[in-house]
């Protein structure tokens, strides 16, 4: 294959492509996060009112070490009830799952392209 | 280009290698076990209990201990390839020579990222202590926590910036103070020396498994946090004395290390918190160490566990800074980035264009978005690098198999750590999908697009033959 | 004013200091050294792994 001479960049190309490289990355960051798509927030299914040690289901070993941390039944109670929601579909699973093999396939691809390149230029077609 | 011009001052073929500038060759293997050791070991006081939250105690340890396995193979892996590849820039090099362009860029962006959010995290953290112990010596208004953010970073940067024997010297120290913390917290709390608060079975009763099975993959998503950054060892390999011994030896000491003080913090936590406040890392157990120490009720141990937390902060941003900003270094010399960042100080020795480009990238980071998105964004990135590993070893084995070059260090077991690797990344896949699924969707949309930038736009400003720089003989089946 | 203000105060004042000095000391070694110099570092100069790799097939 014939030598590849690249192009040399100038300040001011190399200076858009800085500029370029750090609005994708603070976009992807901050997007999910203006769209309020973003985070897994715990939330309490069932308050219980006046609460007690027992009603929010702890023996009494539990609530003396929530008492030695300054907490009583009140100011523990979201705290202590606030749970993760686990359910899911299956479409989105398969979306996710979808995107990361497309991500693999795509970067495995390209990289074979270029990889060839530079393998037969380094070491001469044989 | 000219190489040499007698008349002028400094390039006149006197320098250190001539005229040229490299990276110093200066540290020894403590200092590779401080890299990798002192960037994760954050990760033992604060972020690893989310995992606690996510599906209990018992999911925790599983998860605790699943991520270990997790991060044994990829320690092996790395140190094999490492061992042979020994450059800055670490798996961006190696993805370069085994797998190909496209891949090195996006697993040299993973690094960059994955530790500039980890930094980012890490100058929060440090932040919220000043202000917990301003609260707690009395001061009445609530602190200003963003000079204290910023100083981190700065700081850091600065040391960096002068020179990396420093640097990782100053990271061996509060490393091993911040390990050896843990121990005496273990020693002190478990009763193993007697006078123990562990209380196991009775915090745990009824409490067992409170999501169930789906709990324990959950937790696999802050399972990671036990260990993330272990693998940058390998950044160091440029300016080690002797690469071949020192980072395979550096990192399996590491690791091993990791994997005793994973162990210890989630023993005498678990032990002393109840799981709800432990696994709740913003409104709860903020740094559970911290907390461990303070229900002990001894002074010495709080103070002793406080310094420990922002030691461990301080290393591992100090770390992250290194090795993102070695990574950001070997991109641009190869003009993977622009050029401009490929220079090295003729004084200090160090990438330090790359150094002073990544402060206010922190520090937008750490000053603009909230800690659990950040560290997610961080895991993000290394979980998609640990992905990459797999495939990089088995490519590796095949197109330069055991006898065709000289390895440092030869990995057992192979492809069996490589097929572990794959499968314990694809339920964190699974488990970051169950919480944070927009994120990873967004990010690897991210990524695609960089991608598709870096291929027809980019590359054409790369020398083709040139970047594969390994004396290596050509790749079988090309 | 107690305290931690003054400390507020110091950790600006350190930070800056910190900033600029890096931002100088950038400034001078990009003025007194030629562009050449300074991106001389080339990957893979390795010299004492270099010589052990031989191919044995």
Same mark, same amino acid.
């Given at each position: 294959?014939?030598?590849?001479?690249?192009?040399?960049?100038?300040?001011?190309?190399?200076?858009?492509?800085?500029?370029?490289?750090?609005?994708?990355?603070?976009?992807?960051?901050?997007?999910?996060?203006?769209?309020?798509?973003?985070?897994?927030?715990?939330?309490?299914?069932?308050?219980?009112?006046?609460?007690?040690? %027992? @009603? +929010? &289901?702890?023996? /009494? *070993?539990? $609530?003396?070490?929530? %008492? @030695? +941390? &300054?907490?009583? /039944? *009140?100011? $523990?109670?979201?705290?202590?009830?606030?749970?993760?929601?686990?359910?899911?579909?299956?479409?989105?699973?398969?979306?996710?799952?979808?995107?990361?093999?497309?991500?693999?396939?795509?970067?495995?691809?390209?990289?074979?392209?270029?990889?060839?390149?530079?393998?037969?230029?380094?070491?001469?077609?044989? | 280009?000219?190489?040499?011009?007698?008349?002028?001052?400094?390039?006149?073929?006197?320098?250190?290698?001539?005229?040229?500038?490299?990276?110093?060759?200066?540290?020894?293997?403590?200092?590779?076990?401080?890299?990798?050791?002192?960037?994760?070991?954050?990760?033992?006081?604060?972020?690893?209990?989310?995992?606690?939250?996510?599906?209990?105690?018992?999911?925790?340890?599983?998860?605790?201990?699943?991520?270990?396995?997790?991060?044994?193979?990829?320690?092996?892996?790395?140190?094999?390839?490492?061992?042979?590849?020994?450059?800055?820039?670490?798996?961006?090099?190696?993805?370069?020579?085994?797998?190909?362009?496209?891949?090195?860029?996006?697993?040299?962006?993973?690094?960059?990222?994955?530790?500039?959010?980890?930094?980012?995290?890490?100058?929060?953290?440090?932040?919220?202590?000043?202000?917990?112990?301003?609260?707690?010596?009395?001061?009445?208004?609530?602190?200003?926590?963003?000079?204290?953010?910023?100083?981190?970073?700065?700081?850091?940067?600065?040391?960096?910036?002068?020179?990396?024997?420093?640097?990782?010297?100053?990271?061996?120290?509060?490393?091993?103070?911040?390990?050896?913390?843990?121990?005496?917290?273990?020693?002190?709390?478990?009763?193993?020396?007697?006078?123990?608060?562990?209380?196991?079975?009775?915090?745990?009763?009824?409490?067992?498994?409170?999501?169930?099975?789906?709990?324990?993959?959950?937790?696999?998503?802050?399972?990671?946090?036990?260990?993330?950054?272990?693998?940058?060892?390998?950044?160091?390999?440029?300016?080690?004395?002797?690469?071949?011994?020192?980072?395979?030896?550096?990192?399996?000491?590491?690791?091993?290390?990791?994997?005793?003080?994973?162990?210890?913090?989630?023993?005498?936590?678990?032990?002393?918190?109840?799981?709800?406040?432990?696994?709740?890392?913003?409104?709860?157990?903020?740094?559970?160490?911290?907390?461990?120490?303070?229900?002990?009720?001894?002074?010495?141990?709080?103070?002793?566990?406080?310094?420990?937390?922002?030691?461990?902060?301080?290393?591992?941003?100090?770390?992250?800074?290194?090795?993102?900003?070695?990574?950001?270094?070997?991109?641009?010399?190869?003009?993977?980035?622009?050029?401009?960042?490929?220079?090295?100080?003729?004084?200090?020795?160090?990438?330090?264009?790359?150094?002073?480009?990544?402060?206010?990238?922190?520090?937008?980071?750490?000053?603009?978005?909230?800690?659990?998105?950040?560290?997610?964004?961080?895991?993000?990135?290394?979980?998609?690098?640990?992905?990459?590993?797999?495939?990089?070893?088995?490519?590796?084995?095949?197109?330069?198999?055991?006898?065709?070059?000289?390895?440092?260090?030869?990995?057992?077991?192979?492809?069996?750590?490589?097929?572990?690797?794959?499968?314990?990344?694809?339920?964190?896949?699974?488990?970051?999908?169950?919480?944070?699924?927009?994120?990873?969707?967004?990010?690897?949309?991210?990524?695609?697009?960089?991608?598709?930038?870096?291929?027809?736009?980019?590359?054409?400003?790369?020398?083709?033959?040139?970047?594969?720089?390994?004396?290596?003989?050509?790749?079988?089946?090309? | 004013?107690?305290?931690?203000?003054?400390?507020?105060?110091?950790?600006?004042?350190?930070?800056?200091?910190?900033?600029?000095?890096?931002?100088?000391?950038?400034?001078?070694?990009?003025?007194?050294?030629?562009?050449?110099?300074?991106?001389?570092?080339?990957?893979?100069?390795?010299?004492?792994?270099?010589?052990?790799?031989?191919?044995?097939?």
């Amino acid at each position: 294959m014939a030598h590849y001479d690249p192009p040399k960049q100038g300040k001011a190309s190399q200076l858009i492509d800085v500029v370029v490289l750090v609005v994708l990355t603070v976009g992807a960051l901050f997007v999910p996060l203006w769209l309020g798509m973003a985070g897994a927030a715990k939330s309490v299914a069932t308050p219980v009112e006046n609460p007690t040690w %027992e @009603a +929010l &289901g702890q023996t /009494p *070993a539990q $609530a003396a070490k929530y %008492e @030695a +941390l &300054g907490y009583d /039944p *009140a100011s $523990a109670h979201d705290l202590i009830l606030a749970r993760f929601d686990y359910s899911f579909s299956f479409g989105a699973l398969l979306t996710m799952i979808a995107v990361i093999l497309l991500y693999y396939f795509l970067i495995l691809r390209f990289s074979e392209v270029e990889y060839r390149e530079v393998i037969s230029e380094k070491f001469g077609d044989k | 280009m000219t190489d040499v011009d007698i008349t002028s001052k400094t390039m006149d073929g006197m320098g250190p290698h001539g005229t040229k500038v490299g990276l110093l060759r200066v540290l020894g293997p403590a200092h590779v076990w401080a890299l990798g050791v002192g960037i994760v070991l954050v990760g033992e006081y604060m972020g690893w209990n989310f995992a606690v939250g996510k599906g209990g105690a018992y999911a925790a340890l599983i998860a605790c201990w699943f991520a270990g396995i997790l991060y044994t193979c990829v320690a092996m892996i790395d140190s094999e390839v490492t061992s042979t590849v020994a450059s800055a820039g670490g798996q961006y090099t190696q993805a370069k020579h085994i797998v190909g362009p496209l891949m090195a860029f996006n697993v040299g962006l993973y690094l960059v990222f994955a530790y500039t959010m980890l930094e980012a995290a890490n100058a929060i953290t440090a932040g919220y202590l000043f202000s917990v112990v301003a609260t707690m010596s009395g001061h009445e208004a609530a602190l200003d926590q963003r000079p204290f953010i910023i100083l981190v970073i700065m700081f850091l940067a600065w040391l960096n910036y002068r020179g990396v024997l420093a640097t990782l010297t100053f990271n061996l120290v509060i490393t091993a103070i911040a390990f050896v913390a843990i121990l005496v917290l273990f020693l002190a709390t478990s009763g193993v020396v007697g006078g123990g608060i562990m209380e196991h079975a009775a915090l745990f009763e009824g409490h067992e498994m409170p999501y169930g099975w789906i709990g324990v993959l959950a937790a696999m998503h802050f399972g990671l946090w036990y260990y993330l950054g272990i693998e940058g060892t390998t950044q160091a390999a440029e300016e080690v004395r002797s690469p071949a011994r020192a980072l395979p030896f550096g990192t399996l000491a590491g690791i091993m290390t990791l994997l005793i003080a994973a162990t210890l913090t989630w023993y005498v936590c678990s032990g002393a918190l109840p799981w709800e406040f432990l696994g709740d890392g913003v409104n709860g157990s903020v740094a559970p160490l911290f907390d461990t120490a303070r229900l002990s009720g001894s002074n010495a141990l709080i103070w002793l566990l406080g310094i420990g937390t922002l030691f461990a902060t301080l290393a591992s941003a100090n770390g992250c800074i290194n090795d993102a900003s070695r990574a950001w270094f070997a991109m641009g010399r190869d003009k993977y980035l622009p050029g401009w960042f490929g220079a090295v100080h003729p004084k200090y020795r160090t990438p330090y264009r790359a150094i002073v480009f990544l402060v206010p990238i922190a520090l937008i980071f750490a000053l603009g978005a909230p800690l659990d998105q950040v560290i997610t964004f961080s895991i993000l990135s290394g979980l998609l690098g640990y992905t990459f590993m797999p495939l990089n070893i088995i490519m590796f084995r095949k197109k330069w198999p055991l006898n065709s070059i000289k390895r440092g260090y030869e990995h057992p077991f192979h492809p069996l750590p490589a097929i572990t690797l794959l499968t314990l990344c694809a339920v964190t896949f699974f488990a970051v999908f169950l919480g944070y699924g927009t994120q990873l969707v967004a990010m690897i949309g991210f990524y695609i697009v960089v991608s598709l930038w870096f291929h027809f736009w980019r590359y054409r400003f790369v020398n083709r033959g040139a970047q594969f720089t390994m004396p290596w003989p050509k790749p079988q089946g090309y | 004013m107690d305290l931690w203000n003054w400390l507020e105060y110091a950790a600006w004042a350190l930070s800056v200091a910190f900033g600029l000095h890096m931002l100088l000391d950038w400034l001078k070694t990009d003025s007194s050294y030629s562009e050449d110099v300074l991106t001389s570092s080339r990957e893979g100069e390795l010299e004492a792994m270099a010589e052990e790799h031989k191919v044995k097939s």
